[in-house]
């Protein structure tokens, strides 16, 4: 029999306070059938880009909190999303640069605007441990300075500091804030009200006797703002042991998983009111929704691996759905802001859907198609947290030449962006393109080049001689179909945008011809009366640092 020394056995970094963390058996879910599976076969299916399997094995392997597996894999999985490849001690180079030195400082650190001071939640670090998340937190404040409030953003660098070092602590965390792919943390306030509106809109459809129970215990006019503490359901009430496993599969799948996680704990809520003399019905009445739910959550009457079986088991839920209701939520709010703002003077604030000086100066100094008033019409369109980014002319045909290759070449690693064509007949249309055009490179699971690509918030425009914008039919229509889904295409010979009973706009390889005709994506009219049409100016504008 091997004796393990218990001073081996460190799962934890040792700015944690062992001590503190409660003991709870640990879960027997592995079988002969499955056994467990260790870091290195993990880190094989990453390499390999097996994403799905990676995905079904953190939902099914219930590791203890305890378990040395995370020193490694958390890591692994974060950089997945966005391998910056930083140089070994960038991030001392940071806090030395800020700081004036490696050493802690001996006072408290004024931390950056994205943090909610009543959720600066640090679990089972130690006093030390907590300086050293202060300082993380500081450090990505100075090198994200367009960040203005993401309070998740210290929870998950708390939970990091458990079970890696100070500087992989950062790495990882850079590389979710960064991440194109998936979305894992919103970054403006208004961004974060639009996660809690949209797990409010999916549980009154997809659990829709959860969301009415809850009208038992709290008026209408109130409800929203139960909803609007959706994030801390899970990071300030459930346990440690339930917190890390949600994490697990949170750092594959990004921010859906805690959208089914708030959606569970909402569905076990209600079984557990809905029971004879349920002491937490009584509870609820007596103290109010908001307090019950959180001590709920704390007390969690379920092993996480039941908690994560009721998330994962809602149905139709997929990655894609959830975007849209998204970007719907979001559409939604930005109409009523800016109804509700068209009486009041026009304050140039990029948080207000209008661009900021510097803004119009960039594109008045370098456009050859915009009007001020164009763009001001054009900006009011953008989605809310594009607008707070200065654009940036990537490739003019005037400056750049008439070629696909050069456009590909200075457009394809930028995401969104944002096309203007203005043709020999002056008509001035576009498009404003939500995906990278490097997608037009990906392939299936089978090694087939993929056709269409991009998204939802994709959306069409005519600036002269009419001036409409063309979203997406999927904004007001849930069940659309695979032709109203052709949002964008591109290969060595020719550009498209839209698609479905017709092409919305379609361009030649040397970017002089093209044409444009109804489609079902976006059921848009021909954006320029003769349909087909030759261009006098294409361009094409990025947003310097756009984060999805």
């Not at 953190?58 to 040395?68: E, Y």
């Not at 594009?386 to 930028?414: A, K, N």
């Not at 080049?449 to 409409?468: C, N």
Request: net charge positive.
């Amino acid at each position: 029999m091997v004796i393990i020394n218990d001073l081996d056995y460190q799962p934890f970094q040792s700015l944690v306070n062992v001590d503190s963390i409660p003991f709870v058996i640990p879960e027997c879910t592995i079988t002969k059938k499955q056994p467990n599976k260790t870091f290195s076969e993990i880190q094989h299916l990453i390499s390999n880009g097996r994403h799905k399997e990676v995905k079904k094995l953190l939902r099914s392997h219930h590791w203890p909190a305890d378990n040395m597996i995370r020193s490694q894999l958390w890591s692994a999985l974060c950089k997945q999303h966005n391998n910056n490849n930083m140089t070994e001690g960038f991030y001392w180079d940071l806090v030395v640069q800020l700081f004036g030195t490696k050493e802690l400082p001996d006072k408290t650190s004024i931390l950056p605007p994205f943090v909610d001071s009543k959720h600066r939640h640090i679990y089972h670090l130690t006093a030390v441990g907590k300086e050293v998340a202060d300082r993380v937190v500081c450090v990505l404040g100075f090198a994200c300075p367009d960040i203005t409030y993401s309070p998740a953003i210290y929870s998950l660098v708390s939970l990091f500091l458990h079970f890696m070092p100070e500087e992989e602590c950062y790495n990882s965390l850079t590389s979710l804030v960064s991440s194109k792919r998936l979305v894992f943390m919103t970054q403006t306030k208004s961004l974060y009200e639009v996660t809690w509106r949209t797990v409010m809109r999916v549980t009154r459809k997809h659990a829709s006797s959860a969301s009415i129970n809850l009208t038992k215990f709290c008026s209408a006019t109130k409800m929203e703002h139960v909803y609007s503490d959706w994030m801390w359901w899970i990071f300030q009430g459930l346990p440690f042991h339930h917190i890390v496993r949600v994490m697990d599969c949170y750092l594959h799948e990004g921010i859906k998983v805690l959208y089914r996680v708030a959606m569970a704990i909402l569905k076990l809520f209600h079984k557990n009111t809905n029971k004879r003399n349920s002491p937490w019905a009584l509870e609820a009445l007596n103290n109010g929704l908001e307090a019950t739910l959180m001590k709920f959550c704390r007390q969690m009457p379920v092993s996480p691996n039941k908690l994560l079986k009721t998330a994962f088991n809602i149905r139709a839920l997929s990655a894609a759905y959830l975007h849209r209701i998204f970007v719907k939520t979001e559409m939604s709010m930005k109409s009523k802001a800016i109804v509700s703002n068209s009486h009041q003077l026009i304050r140039s604030r990029s948080s207000e859907n209008l661009p900021t000086s510097q803004s119009q100066v960039n594109i008045q100094l370098l456009s050859h198609t915009l009007s001020t008033r164009e763009l001001f019409t054009l900006w009011s369109w953008l989605p809310m947290r594009i607008t707070m980014y200065q654009p940036i002319l990537l490739y003019t045909t005037e400056e750049h030449g008439c070629s696909l290759t050069t456009f590909y070449y200075r457009v394809e690693q930028h995401e969104p962006t944002l096309l203007i064509i203005k043709t020999c007949t002056d008509d001035v249309f576009g498009a404003y393109c939500s995906t990278k055009w490097l997608e037009r490179n990906r392939k299936d699971d089978r090694g087939n080049r993929t056709a269409y690509f991009g998204t939802g918030e994709t959306f069409l425009f005519s600036l002269f001689p009419e001036r409409s914008k063309y979203p997406w039919v999927g904004m007001e229509n849930d069940n659309v179909c695979h032709s109203n889904e052709l949002f964008m295409a591109a290969d060595s010979k020719m550009i498209t945008i839209g698609g479905g009973d017709g092409q919305a706009i379609w361009m030649d390889e040397n970017i002089r011809f093209g044409k444009s005709d109804s489609c079902s994506t976006f059921n848009n009219p021909p954006l320029c009366p003769g349909r087909d049409f030759e261009i006098k100016v294409l361009e094409v504008y990025g947003f310097g640092g756009a984060i999805l």
